[in-house]
């Protein structure tokens, strides 16, 4: 097997719903090179956001192997970002607070990377919206705070 990039080996992933099983994706095997482009493709429903979330790391519950470079998916050491497709803000947290919020989540954020945050919400056309909540944002500038969340997750800033 490669050990660069991403490999992703007989991925098994169902939903239980009412005591069912509800197959999602069934042995799927993808090996995406380090330092390449990938798209997924298809039909709606046909599992792209569930694969792409395992690789992620936000779906844990599933059968098969995904390594990133050789190694088991690690959330607190990854170098993906995701963003959804819905953008995934919380309507209850500023913007400053949903940019913060995937280095919050892994225990990551720290008192200096407040500047970098600034700078990067200068850079993305978000430095005077930092105080407002996802609703008052045009659709474009939700865009671009969930861009910068994912930025922010990965290097901070």
């Known amino acids: ?13 169902s939903y239980q719903k009412n005591r069912k ?3 999602v994706l069934s042995d ?13 493709i298809g039909p709606s429903g046909c599992g792209k ?3 792409l979330k395992v690789a992620a790391g936000l779906i844990k519950g599933y ?5 990133i470079g050789g190694v088991p998916l690690d959330t607190r050491k990854m170098t993906i ?4 497709q819905s953008y995934g803000l919380l309507p209850w947290r500023t913007v400053a607070d949903n940019i913060r919020l995937g280095r919050k989540v892994k225990g990551l954020w720290q008192a200096e990377d407040e500047e970098k945050l600034k700078e990067l919400s200068s850079r ?21 705070v969930s861009l910068a969340r994912v930025f922010c997750s990965l290097m901070c800033c």
Not at 63 to 67: F, N, R
Request: some cysteine.
């Open 1 to 13: 097997m490669n050990t660069s990039g991403i490999n992703i080996s007989h991925l098994t992933v």
């Open 21 to 23: 099983e509800f197959p």
């Open 28 to 40: 799927v095997s993808l090996h995406v090179p380090g330092g390449t482009v990938c798209a997924v």
């Open 49 to 51: 956001s569930t694969l």
């Open 63 to 67: 059968e098969g192997q995904v390594t």
């Open 81 to 84: 970002g995701f963003m959804p």
């Open 124 to 144: 993305l056309g978000l430095e005077g919206l930092l105080e407002r909540y996802p609703h008052e944002l045009s659709g474009g500038q939700q865009q671009r």
